[in-house]
T-cell receptor, first 108, second 116 residues
Framework: DAKTTQPPSMDCAEGRAANLPCNHS???????VYWYRQIHSQGPQYIIH???NNETNEMASLIITEDRKSSTLILPHATLRDTAVYYC?????????FGKGTSLLVTP | KAGVTQTPRYLIKTRGQQVTLSCSPI?????VSWYQQTPGQGLQFLFE???????NKGNFPGRFSGRQFSNSRSEMNVSTLELGDSALYLC???????????????FGPGTRLTVL
C-alpha cells in the first residue's frame, strides 16, 4: 500500500473553502485514494474516494492529479462542524491504513 | 438503519486480565473490521472478518484475536492485558457490494479500554 503524506494541521475561516492536500507518490495503478475524517471522540466517517477522475458528493470534492501522485480534498464552504482530523488513505485491499492525518480547525 | 454499535463503551481492566469487546454491524453488512487507536500510534488495523472468516490481519501479537458469528456480529479478545493495550478500539462494517467501486466502512463509536 502506498504511503500518504499530509500536513499536520491547517486553519480555515468559516464559510471559506478548505483545501486539504495529500501526497501519495508511491501509489500504484489500481489503488484508490480515500478520505475519512474523525471528529473528536467519534469513530471515523467516510467522506469520498477516487481512482483517477475527480469526484464530488454532497460532502466534498476530490481532485486527483493526472499522475495520481497527489490529491486535494475540498470542503467548499467549511463550517465549525467540519473541525476534525482528516485522513487521506490509499490501499488496494480492505484494510484502511490511517496515517497521522491533518487536523483542520475551522474558525468563526 | 441503525448504525454500528459497540459494547461496552468503556472498560477498565488490570494487567494480566483478558477482555472481550463486541460489535454489531449495520444490518446486511457482512464485513467487520477492527482498529486500535492510541495517541502515539494513531489508528491501526487489527483484522477484518467476512462471512465468519478472517480475511486480513494487521501486525499485532497473537494476544489479539477475533471472531465473527453467522449473524455478522463480531467479537475481539485481548488476553494477558498490558498497559500499552489501553486504547480506543473501533469496529467498522462494510456492505461488500460488488456493484460499487468500493464499499466505504462505517465506524462505531468505539470501546475505550483502560488497563491499570
Amino acid at each position: 500500500d502506498a504511503k500518504t503524506t499530509q500536513p499536520p494541521s491547517m486553519d480555515c475561516a468559516e464559510g471559506r473553502a478548505a483545501n486539504l492536500p495529500c501526497n501519495h507518490s508511491t501509489i500504484s495503478g489500481n489503488e484508490y485514494v480515500y478520505w475519512y475524517r474523525q471528529i473528536h471522540s467519534q469513530g471515523p466517517q467516510y467522506i469520498i474516494h477516487g481512482l483517477k477522475n475527480n469526484e464530488t458528493n454532497e460532502m466534498a470534492s476530490l481532485i486527483i492529479t493526472e499522475d495520481r501522485k497527489s490529491s486535494t480534498l475540498i470542503l467548499p464552504h467549511a463550517t465549525l462542524r467540519d473541525t476534525a482530523v482528516y485522513y487521506c488513505i490509499s490501499l488496494s485491499g480492505y484494510a484502511l491504513n490511517f496515517g497521522k492525518g491533518t487536523s483542520l480547525l475551522v474558525t468563526p | 438503519k441503525a448504525g454500528v454499535t459497540q459494547t461496552p463503551r468503556y472498560l477498565i481492566k488490570t494487567r494480566g486480565q483478558q477482555v472481550t469487546l463486541s460489535c454489531s454491524p449495520i444490518s446486511g453488512h457482512r464485513s467487520v473490521s477492527w482498529y486500535q487507536q492510541t495517541p502515539g500510534q494513531g489508528l491501526q488495523f487489527l483484522f477484518e472478518y467476512f462471512s465468519e472468516t478472517q480475511r486480513n490481519k494487521g501486525n499485532f501479537p497473537g494476544r489479539f484475536s477475533g471472531r465473527q458469528f453467522s449473524n455478522s456480529r463480531s467479537e475481539m479478545n485481548v488476553s494477558t492485558l498490558e498497559l500499552g493495550d489501553s486504547a480506543l478500539y473501533l469496529c467498522a462494517s462494510s456492505s461488500f457490494d460488488s456493484g460499487k467501486s468500493y464499499n466505504e466502512q462505517f465506524f462505531g463509536p468505539g470501546t475505550r479500554l483502560t488497563v491499570l
